[in-house]
């Protein structure tokens, strides 16, 4: 038995490639003109992806060890261009494939968002996405005049609102008000554009929005929050999901309960797709596979510094404080990206930080072998969970290099293919309308 042919997509900053890898060539001066992902979007779409989701960050952090070394040693979240010029750069070198940027609702004036969310739709004929987040990080905030974040909670209830507004303004033109009448000589129908004139807590907008919304009408909405306030506005709101529960049974109940909260705020369960993080490892065989992931997960002083720094970043708890051989002392909190200190505290049960560090996972499970058998387990595991798909991070810590993106594009896809498991065309012109297919 088969599953039934779910999505698959690319999650990734827009940062530089496995800048250590052999086959890094240029990359590392050069990534930032966008070629390296252009080449990767052509790739990706000759193979069946869906989309490419570009997640983001705005700072520089020194949070680890109180100094910005570690962060710009190991190119942790900074250098990072801004996804949104970037979309309709990898629109215009592909025909089908869809393109999500993250932007915040912490640090955006929605005005500003919802147009250039609508002229990216237009000029990519519906194949953008926003990736709708809050921010995790008062050193960003401290970039927009900020000083802290608010309270995770509350931004949640701040992004409700700005949600609201966008929809509206994208609401603000009817269709049909573009009517060009060469005989009344008017081109737009002012009795079709209506003003917003919103006054919230958090914003005040006038609009109407000075452009008609694009082909999909509201952009393809995504979201990544994995508290109970992120998945409350997670089926209201999103399209697509990206999640990182760990293990089958955690992954069911995360889609079921996500389902069943979308069936609570009147949509249907399958208007939000649930879709998975994992770091497939591929080898000629298994062996090779195995011997692969076994270097990868290897624990270097390179490994504790990249992770122990992300968590930094995003916590913004040092975690060069910590003993490495004691246990993650229990009063550490965050008002940053909790999912992701609870995750790291769920896997360190019992463990100390090294120990959890070196069985540290980032993806849902692991998969390890060769193409046709990382096939059968994603088979496998879409069965048990019920669908809707899988987005590939990349190697463990390593990211992703021209090799590794071809490995996934030229070996795990055609294999997937060949099972019925993912698309063999693009049967509709949004990624909206793609998504909703299956
Ligand atoms: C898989 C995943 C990807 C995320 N990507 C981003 C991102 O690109 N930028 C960002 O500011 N936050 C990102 N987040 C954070 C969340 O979107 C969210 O704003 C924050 O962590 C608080 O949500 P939570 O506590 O509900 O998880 C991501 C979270 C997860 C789990």
């Excluded at 303004?169 to 737009?188: F, H, M, N, P, Q």
């Amino acid at each position: 038995m088969s599953a039934d042919p779910f999505h698959l997509a690319w999650f990734t900053p827009f940062k530089v490639p496995a800048w250590k890898s052999p086959w890094a060539q240029d990359t590392p001066f050069t990534w930032l003109n966008g070629q390296y992902y252009v080449d990767m979007a052509r790739n990706l779409e000759r193979a069946g992806f869906d989309f490419m989701m570009f997640e983001d960050s705005t700072l520089v952090s020194d949070t680890y060890g109180g100094s910005m070394e570690n962060d710009l040693k190991h190119g942790l979240h900074s250098p990072k261009g801004d996804p949104v010029p970037l979309l309709p750069m990898l629109a215009q070198a592909t025909k089908h494939m869809g393109f999500i940027a993250t932007m915040s609702t912490s640090f955006y004036p929605p005005f500003i968002l919802a147009r250039v969310m609508a002229t990216m739709d237009h000029l990519t004929q519906g194949r953008v996405g926003w990736n709708v987040v809050t921010s995790s990080e008062d050193l960003a905030a401290q970039n927009y005049g900020i000083d802290h974040l608010l309270q995770h909670d509350e931004r949640y209830v701040m992004a409700e609102e700005f949600i609201t507004v966008a929809k509206a303004l994208w609401d603000s033109w009817e269709d049909g008000a573009i009517v060009a009448d060469r005989e009344t000589g008017y081109l737009a129908d002012h009795t079709k554009v209506h003003p917003i004139h919103h006054e919230g807590k958090y914003f005040k907008v006038r609009g109407p929005l000075n452009l008609p919304a694009g082909p999909q009408h509201y952009p393809t909405i995504c979201q990544a929050g994995g508290s109970p306030m992120g998945r409350d506005f997670a089926s209201r709101h999103a399209n697509v999901l990206l999640a990182t529960p760990s293990g089958v049974d955690a992954m069911k109940e995360y889609r079921d309960d996500i389902r069943s909260r979308a069936v609570a705020q009147g949509r249907a369960a399958d208007d939000v797709k649930v879709m998975f993080i994992v770091q497939p490892v591929l080898g000629e065989t298994e062996a090779d596979a195995q011997a692969l992931a076994r270097r990868r997960y290897e624990l270097t002083q390179d490994q504790i510094e990249t992770i122990l720094g992300i968590m930094s970043i995003t916590t913004e708890v040092d975690f060069k404080q910590f003993d490495l051989d004691q246990p993650l002392p229990a009063d550490v909190t965050t008002n940053g990206h909790q999912s992701g200190l609870d995750q790291f505290r769920k896997g360190a049960e019992g463990k100390t930080i090294r120990e959890a560090l070196m069985g540290r996972q980032t993806e849902v499970l692991p998969l390890i072998g060769t193409p046709a058998s990382v096939a059968e387990q994603m088979d496998e595991v879409m069965e048990a969970v019920g669908g809707d798909g899988f987005l590939i991070r990349g190697e463990p810590v390593r990211t992703h290099s021209r090799r590794y993106v071809d490995e996934i594009a030229s070996g795990l896809a055609p294999e997937l293919r060949k099972r019925g498991l993912i698309r063999s065309d693009y049967t509709e012109p949004t990624l909206k309308a793609n998504l909703g297919a299956f």
